[in-house]
């Protein structure tokens, strides 16, 4: 039995995928608006793009050098600054552009392999609303999601290049390897997705694929062409060696060797995630964080309802658009195995380069933006009969936009949260500079806790403010942490440094050499009539307020430049909206108790105010990823907000492991500067802290070694912390 294919496309198939696509990453950015920012290395692309020029392809002689594996890895960070030297409204526009090509070119894959226009859409909503990969949308991912989009559209296109003749056949010839090696080039996990046309042919038709690449040879050669290029060049840069790339996985060999020796981890890591751990996440946050659920429920279903409107409008026919010549071919009851098939297969494909570095395995931060597209394919195929039954496609529909939207709307939250804290930070900072820094040198006496960790700007501090002032800072700002004396620089092994002050100096010193490690550094030192000294006392300041008083003064051109970024980076939000859907986290928000885990979802983890811990560490295990820190130095706290109750308190710290034996029974606990009896039970610190120690506002509480050597180590592992009030 045979159909002929080909002959009748969906009416108005593609005018109503961009309608959705549209509509998919409207209901994911209309609650936050523009308002996130730059986060990480985002602050230190524009430090350069401000202060030394802007450069769209990275080489040897760029500031970025050590990514010119990935010479179009800034592209996109650099239109976008050419666009908007001054704010990130341009950035998100971008970041929106990227989306909407890739879910469209999901959708039109997806219209292709199962002829079904409501599952098209569904797969196109998917390259947005998967729930898998942490890093969606901040700016630090901005070239993966480019990258991803283009290498999907040239998919997209391969099809569509077998069907044409002459020039536009040509034409598409050599536009396929133009967007392969653009993709590859900005980022190179693109390069193992290089079989995604030969599996969507084999999904499409079987084991006739081969007769049909046998036509368009032309075609597989300028795909193939494209990837070949991108190969050549990476190896010849790899080779080279000083890459970031060196730096993580270490050589080729190493390399190679590693991901070999940690292949199993593609299925015990990146199918459970990929396959069924996100959705899990997902279910978990709109039980326990989503605290307005009104927004999500209207927003799903708007989704469902314009599927099922165009199930409606393409009378749920199974029909493939023109792509081709009509042929004859079987019906085929076994596409939705292929499918599956090819969608395990992409998965592997696009989380096998992360297996050579073990950071990445322990991370959901970018290590599974391609394997989605794999993993999403898998749930197509699953779909396939489902959607021939409406009442049961509907449910599913609700239920994985909904679940989808959750994830993604939880994450964008977050990055936003993220956003609005490093916005106060700067703000707190820029309140004491001025619209002039001058020429000396900063330091900042840091009395908050603030600024420390990577994503509260312990390293990219200086980098933010070069940003916002259009000069470098390196070597002419530093932070020191009150009262203890910290230095947030840290070591290769993750270990602040010391700062104090002398007679006429102030003196910065890194950690010192531990017996095993040898390590050591020369200490940096400002003059004191040479230094601007500040003390950050607090966080935020009213930027409208001195922005006016700025403008009343007589400034020169420098400084209103200065005073115009000031403005649009750190002034108030326009955006009026606030569907309260998750709890807000700083700003506003104090209970009468303090609880920290260090981060509830794997690798959406908050800032911590203090000083004295490691990097938050994850732990990969299905279904429950713990999030711990350790206790660096002899010495480690926290700053928070608090409203005491009216009773005393209880303080508990789970802190399974120790850097050494008997630390853990060593350690004391200082509250507001006091110290408070501890004892240990178990893997338990507890304390009893009495009503009068706690301030109705800031406090800090402190983890001491009491065997405390003046070489800095790994103290005592934590897990989390509480501080209750003892009615409870």
Same mark, same amino acid.
């Given at each position: 039995?045979?159909?002929?294919?080909?002959?009748?496309?969906?009416?108005?198939?593609?005018?109503?995928?961009?309608?959705?696509?549209?509509?998919?990453?409207?209901?994911?950015?209309?609650?936050?608006?523009?308002?996130?920012?730059?986060?990480?290395?985002?602050?230190?692309?524009?430090?350069?793009?401000?202060?030394?020029?802007?450069?769209?392809?990275?080489?040897?002689?760029?500031?970025?050098?050590?990514?010119?594996?990935?010479?179009?890895?800034?592209?996109?960070?650099?239109?976008?600054?050419?666009?908007?030297?001054?704010?990130?409204?341009?950035?998100?526009?971008?970041?929106?552009?990227?989306?909407?090509?890739?879910?469209?070119?999901?959708?039109?894959?997806?219209?292709?392999?199962?002829?079904?226009?409501?599952?098209?859409?569904?797969?196109?909503?998917?390259?947005?609303?998967?729930?898998?990969?942490?890093?969606?949308?901040?700016?630090?991912?901005?070239?993966?999601?480019?990258?991803?989009?283009?290498?999907?559209?040239?998919?997209?296109?391969?099809?569509?290049?077998?069907?044409?003749?002459?020039?536009?056949?040509?034409? &598409? /010839?050599? #536009?396929?390897?133009?967007? !392969?090696?653009?993709? +590859?080039?900005? @980022?190179?996990? =693109?390069?193992?997705?290089? %079989?995604?046309?030969?599996?969507?042919?084999?999904?499409?038709?079987?084991?006739?694929?081969?007769?049909?690449?046998?036509?368009?040879?032309?075609?597989?050669?300028?795909?193939?062409?494209?990837?070949? &290029? /991108?190969? #050549?060049?990476?190896?010849? !840069?790899?080779?080279? +060696?000083?890459? @970031?790339?060196? =730096?993580?996985?270490?050589? %080729?060999?190493?390399?190679?060797?590693?991901?070999?020796?940690?292949?199993?981890?593609?299925?015990?890591?990146?199918?459970?995630?990929?396959?069924?751990?996100?959705?899990?996440?997902?279910?978990?946050?709109?039980?326990?964080?989503?605290?307005?659920?009104?927004?999500?429920?209207?927003?799903?279903?708007?989704?469902?309802?314009?599927?099922?409107?165009?199930?409606?409008?393409?009378?749920?026919?199974?029909?493939?658009?023109?792509?081709?010549?009509?042929?004859?071919?079987?019906?085929?009851?076994?596409?939705?195995?292929?499918?599956?098939?090819?969608?395990?297969?992409?998965?592997?494909?696009?989380?096998?380069?992360?297996?050579?570095?073990?950071?990445?395995?322990?991370?959901?931060?970018?290590?599974?933006?391609?394997?989605?597209?794999?993993?999403?394919?898998?749930?197509?195929?699953?779909?396939?009969?489902?959607?021939?039954?409406?009442?049961?496609?509907?449910?599913?529909?609700?239920?994985?936009?909904?679940?989808?939207?959750?994830?993604?709307l939880f994450q964008f939250h977050h990055y936003t949260q993220l956003a609005e804290y490093q916005r106060r930070v700067l703000a707190a900072a820029v309140a004491k500079i001025g619209p002039e820094p001058s020429e000396k040198s900063i330091l900042f006496l840091d009395q908050t806790g603030a600024v420390n960790g990577i994503w509260g700007l312990g390293g990219q501090f200086l980098y933010a403010l070069s940003y916002i002032y259009g000069r470098n800072f390196e070597g002419r700002l530093d932070v020191c942490y009150e009262p203890e004396h910290a230095w947030p620089a840290l070591d290769p092994y993750n270990r602040p440094g010391t700062c104090w002050e002398s007679a006429n100096a102030y003196v910065f010193r890194p950690s010192l050499p531990s017996e095993r490690d040898g390590l050591t550094g020369w200490p940096?030192?400002?003059?004191?009539?040479?230094?601007?000294?500040?003390?950050?006392?607090?966080?935020?300041?009213?930027?409208?307020?001195?922005?006016?008083?700025?403008?009343?003064?007589?400034?020169?051109?420098?400084?209103?430049?200065?005073?115009?970024?000031?403005?649009?980076?750190?002034?108030?939000?326009?955006?009026?909206?606030?569907?309260?859907?998750?709890?807000?986290?700083?700003?506003?928000?104090?209970?009468?108790?303090?609880?920290?885990?260090?981060?509830?979802?794997?690798?959406?983890?908050?800032?911590?105010?203090?000083?004295?811990?490691?990097?938050?560490?994850?732990?990969?295990?299905?279904?429950?990823?713990?999030?711990?820190?350790?206790?660096?130095?002899?010495?480690?706290?926290?700053?928070?907000?608090?409203?005491?109750?009216?009773?005393?308190?209880?303080?508990?710290?789970?802190?399974?492991?120790?850097?050494?034996?008997?630390?853990?029974?060593?350690?004391?606990?200082?509250?507001?500067?006091?110290?408070?009896?501890?004892?240990?039970?178990?893997?338990?610190?507890?304390?009893?802290?009495?009503?009068?120690?706690?301030?109705?506002?800031?406090?800090?509480?402190?983890?001491?070694?009491?065997?405390?050597?003046?070489?800095?180590?790994?103290?005592?592992?934590?897990?989390?912390?509480?501080?209750?009030?003892?009615?409870?």
């Open positions: 039995m045979t159909k002929r294919e080909g002959s009748t496309p969906i009416p108005g198939a593609a005018a109503m995928i961009a309608v959705f696509m549209a509509v998919v990453l409207l209901v994911v950015w209309f609650p936050f608006g523009f308002r996130m920012s730059a986060l990480i290395e985002a602050w230190q692309v524009l430090t350069y793009f401000a202060s030394s020029g802007v450069w769209y392809i990275t080489d040897a002689a760029t500031p970025l050098a050590h990514h010119r594996m990935r010479p179009l890895t800034v592209f996109p960070h650099a239109l976008a600054f050419t666009l908007e030297p001054d704010g990130f409204s341009a950035w998100h526009g971008l970041m929106i552009a990227s989306l909407f090509v890739k879910c469209s070119a999901l959708a039109a894959i997806g219209l292709r392999l199962t002829r079904s226009l409501p599952l098209a859409l569904w797969f196109g909503a998917m390259g947005v609303l998967y729930p898998a990969d942490t890093l969606q949308y901040p700016f630090r991912s901005f070239h993966i999601e480019m990258s991803l989009a283009l290498l999907l559209l040239a998919g997209a296109l391969f099809p569509v290049a077998e069907g044409r003749k002459g020039l536009s056949r040509l034409g &598409l /010839c050599l #536009l396929l390897p133009v967007l !392969v090696v653009t993709s +590859g080039l900005m @980022y190179e996990t =693109a390069l193992f997705l290089a %079989p995604l046309p030969f599996c969507l042919a084999f999904a499409e038709d079987g084991w006739h694929v081969i007769r049909r690449l046998r036509g368009g040879l032309d075609i597989a050669l300028a795909w193939v062409t494209g990837f070949a &290029l /991108c190969a #050549l060049y990476i190896a010849s !840069v790899l080779l080279d +060696g000083g890459t @970031y790339q060196n =730096a993580v996985i270490g050589t %080729p060999g190493s390399a190679a060797q590693g991901m070999i020796e940690r292949l199993p981890l593609i299925f015990s890591v990146g199918f459970v995630r990929a396959l069924f751990e996100g959705w899990w996440d997902a279910g978990s946050m709109a039980v326990e964080a989503l605290r307005n659920p009104l927004y999500p429920l209207i927003a799903t279903a708007l989704l469902c309802a314009l599927v099922l409107l165009c199930f409606r409008l393409s009378s749920g026919a199974f029909r493939a658009p023109i792509t081709g010549p009509a042929r004859e071919v079987p019906v085929d009851r076994f596409r939705a195995l292929r499918i599956a098939l090819i969608g395990f297969v992409l998965l592997a494909c696009g989380y096998l380069p992360y297996i050579a570095s073990p950071f990445h395995v322990a991370t959901a931060q970018r290590t599974f933006i391609f394997a989605s597209i794999g993993a999403a394919l898998v749930w197509l195929a699953v779909l396939m009969p489902v959607a021939r039954f409406r009442p049961a496609l509907t449910v599913v529909l609700a239920a994985s936009f909904g679940a989808g939207l959750v994830f993604q940096r030192v400002h003059m004191k009539d040479e230094t601007r000294v500040l003390t950050l006392n607090q966080l935020g300041a009213d930027i409208p307020a001195l922005i006016r008083q700025w403008r009343s003064e007589s400034l020169s051109p420098e400084e209103a430049a200065t005073v115009d970024r000031i403005d649009a980076v750190l002034g108030p939000s326009a955006w009026p909206l606030d569907f309260g859907m998750f709890p807000r986290i700083g700003e506003g928000e104090r209970s009468d108790r303090f609880r920290w885990d260090f981060g509830a979802w794997w690798d959406l983890e908050w800032p911590v105010r203090g000083f004295g811990w490691l990097p938050v560490e994850w732990t990969a295990t299905p279904f429950a990823h713990r999030s711990t820190s350790w206790q660096t130095g002899y010495r480690a706290g926290f700053v928070f907000d608090l409203s005491p109750a009216e009773t005393d308190y209880r303080l508990t710290a789970e802190i399974p492991g120790e850097g050494g034996p008997g630390v853990r029974d060593r350690l004391g606990v200082e509250v507001n500067g006091t110290r408070v009896p501890a004892q240990f039970g178990g893997t338990q610190l507890h304390a009893d802290v009495p009503r009068t120690l706690l301030r109705d506002g800031e406090n800090s509480l402190v983890f001491i070694d009491e065997a405390a050597s003046p070489q800095p180590s790994y103290k005592a592992y934590f897990d989390w912390i509480e501080l209750v009030p003892q009615s409870h």
